[in-house]
């Protein structure tokens, strides 16, 4: 799974990115609270007695990097420990790193060229805003790990404040990137917000989000930055269910809408109307008539114009919105597509915060769930798969509709049986395949007889229904209320499994017990916060073609 995907946007230089975050999961961050503020940690730091409110603490972590269409993300993804009391110290008033304790830092790393330097202190009694001896030592530090490891690595410097943000209970951050590549002095870019993500592999309950957006010193509003709103008069409802720091959180997310067919069309409507900040959405097809009988929105003009069902999807959205300053965008191409970058959709995933995902291809929920541990941003996937007893009538019982979530700590799609790596016939995953040379109805398009299901175009499709796809994109958005406001720190992990032929909703089990975890031998464990380093299995998509013959 090494090795930069070709469908991923073109490195540039951080300084041209339009917005700038930090990405952390749970447990790297804890780790370093251990080391410079653990009066907010879960855990004891090892090392020497700790006096908070009198030195300066220190620790260095590595950094990767994300990059998106317009946003460019460090993700911390490790923490190198201080060894000895002298790795850390302080001298004439100062915080000093000892030259063993970066050597050692930068010898972890040299070798690995995915992987860049961060140097993380606290600030005793002050806030998270720079001094002029940070703004002068940092940069010092960095270009000389820079001369050494290469400047097109990520660097950067980062401050934990030991007074907490007013409208939250943790401490107040601040990083800033520097880039070595345009030589000295250094471009500096401040981040504007810093994404936590995860349960915690310690095995406790955590309060709160799964998805939690931090302030910054230097923190911008909307999905920008963590969300500072207190919402308006048009969410007085959600107001009195999870208040006004629930309804800035928000505020400050973008979301990400894969598939704007049915699901994804309610979807459109529901995360604009809850107030999020800002939405994306993507798609490659066309909106035909055969479509209006699930397409929430849609009209028959809309079909005999053959819009594109992305364009669609964010006018609803634009139409619905009651977040102030809400901003959609329309991608009309392919979330597996790296053979035509016109119709390349990851750029545009890496600009949001959370995926939820309204398309069945197996490779598409392969690249996403790749994604979700790579680069921290978390997948809430759904879908229904009809099926019909031919003697009767009547919802056969392998009839389903599903929802599951994925990210850092919780079970991935994989696990949760959501995708198959390949079928019988190939080997390789499945719908990869021009639909020509698909087995075992293993794609996107189930082959009926000729007039069944038929979508009016060569091809034909699984049955669909507005009220099921009504009721997975509501799943769907429960999902999400819990992951970002945190209503519920119990339902967001697992697969969800409903059956309409009896009306049962389970979750799947492994030996009886519910899934949340992956599996021993699952590879997703290996790449969390690997960041753009790691292959998503992205290639030419053929239904992509299909739709769009200009594509090929």
């Not at 634009?318 to 959709?345: C, I, L, M």
């Not at 669909?464 to 994109?473: E, P």
Request: proline share 6%; glycine share 10%.
């Amino acid at each position: 799974m090494s090795g930069r995907d070709d469908a991923l946007p073109e490195s540039y230089p951080i300084r041209e990115a339009e917005e700038f975050h930090v990405a952390i999961t749970q447990d790297v961050k804890q780790t370093l609270y251990g080391h410079l503020r653990p009066e907010y940690a879960d855990r004891e730091p090892e090392g020497s007695e700790y006096q908070p409110d009198r030195y300066e603490q220190g620790v260095i972590a590595t950094l990767t990097r994300s990059t998106g269409d317009s946003r460019v993300t460090y993700i911390v993804e490790d923490v190198i420990p201080p060894e000895t009391d002298d790795d850390v110290h302080i001298r004439d008033g100062s915080l000093k790193l000892s030259p063993a304790y970066r050597a050692r830092a930068k010898d972890t790393i040299e070798h690995d060229p995915r992987k860049g330097i961060a140097y993380f202190h606290s600030h005793p009694g002050w806030s998270a805003y720079p001094s002029k001896p940070d703004l002068e030592a940092d940069p010092m530090r960095l270009e000389s790990d820079a001369e050494f490891l290469g400047a097109d690595r990520p660097f950067g410097a980062g401050i934990i404040a030991s007074r907490p943000r007013r409208e939250t209970v943790e401490p107040e951050w601040s990083f800033r990137a520097y880039d070595f590549t345009a030589g000295t002095p250094p471009q500096r870019t401040e981040a504007t917000a810093i994404r936590v993500l995860g349960a915690s592999p310690i095995e406790r309950v955590r309060d709160g989000p799964y998805l939690e957006k931090l302030s910054t010193a230097f923190s911008a509003q909307g999905p920008a930055g963590p969300g500072l709103g207190t919402g308006t008069v048009a969410h007085d409802s959600t107001l009195e269910l999870w208040g006004e720091r629930g309804q800035a959180r928000l505020s400050g997310i973008r979301v990400a809408v894969v598939g704007c067919g049915g699901v994804g069309s309610l979807l459109a409507e529901q995360v604009a109307r809850l107030g999020v900040g800002g939405a994306v959405f993507v798609d490659f097809d066309h909106l035909k008539e055969a479509n209006l009988n699930r397409a929430y929105g849609a009209s028959p003009e809309d079909a005999r114009s053959n819009v594109r069902k992305a364009e669609l999807a964010r006018d609803i959205a634009e139409k619905a919105a009651t977040a102030p300053g809400f901003q959609a965008r329309a991608v009309h191409g392919s979330v597996v597509e790296r053979g035509n970058d016109d119709y390349s959709a990851l750029g545009a995933l890496l600009d949001c915060d959370v995926i939820l995902n309204a398309a069945d291809p197996h490779w598409v929920q392969k690249v996403i769930d790749r994604l979700a541990y790579a680069h921290l941003i978390p997948v809430i996937s759904g879908g229904t798969h009809l099926r019909v007893n031919e003697e009767t009538d009547e919802l056969a019982s392998g009839a389903r509709s599903t929802v599951e979530t994925a990210g850092p700590g919780l079970a991935c799609l994989h696990c949760l049986e959501a995708w198959k790596q390949g079928d019988r016939s190939s080997g390789v995953v499945r719908d990869r395949q021009p639909p020509r040379d698909r087995a075992d109805n293993g794609g996107l398009y189930v082959q009926r007889e000729p007039g069944e299901a038929d979508d009016g175009s060569d091809e034909l499709r699984d049955p669909s229904v507005v009220t099921t796809n009504g009721m997975v994109a509501s799943l769907m958005m429960e999902r999400f209320h819990a992951l970002i406001v945190g209503t519920s720190t119990s339902t967001f992990a697992g697969r969800q499994i409903y059956r309409p032929s009896t009306g049962e909703m389970k979750w799947l089990t492994t030996d009886g017990n519910r899934r949340t975890r992956c599996k021993d031998d699952c590879e997703k464990a290996r790449t969390v916060g690997l960041g753009d380093y790691v292959d998503l299995d992205t290639g030419e998509d053929p239904d992509l073609r299909v739709e769009n013959p200009d594509a090929r």
